[in-house]
């Protein structure tokens, strides 16, 4: 996206659920309960660890560190060393 006004507006509205809950518990139309504690700390964390992996795939750690666009593909002997390294960091892991 690369109008900003439509940025503030699809985050103002991605914010109106953290308002619209406690809005909810504090007029006690939802009552607050450990089932529904729970159940709110399973979803946050679900999205949160769903945002963690979108996020770390749209951002490459080799363009973040060196600043230039990562290079897919390449000749026959730059795939066999990715594979490589790709190979020892799981099985260091």
Do not use: E, Q, T
């Given at each position: 996206m690369t109008d900003v006004?439509?940025?503030a507006q699809l985050s103002g509205l991605a914010s109106l659920l953290t308002i619209a809950v406690p809005l909810l518990i504090a007029f006690s139309v939802i009552h607050a309960t450990l089932a529904l504690?729970?159940?709110l700390a399973?979803?946050?964390l679900l999205l949160d660890g769903l945002g963690w992996r979108i996020v770390?795939?749209?951002f490459g750690r080799e363009r973040l560190i060196t600043g230039t666009p990562v290079?897919?593909?390449g000749?026959?002997?730059l795939?066999?060393?990715r594979r490589r390294a790709r190979h020892?960091?799981?099985v260091r892991d």
């Open positions: 006004r439509a940025a504690a729970v159940g399973a979803a946050l770390a795939v749209m290079i897919r593909g000749p026959p002997a795939a066999a060393i020892n960091d799981v």
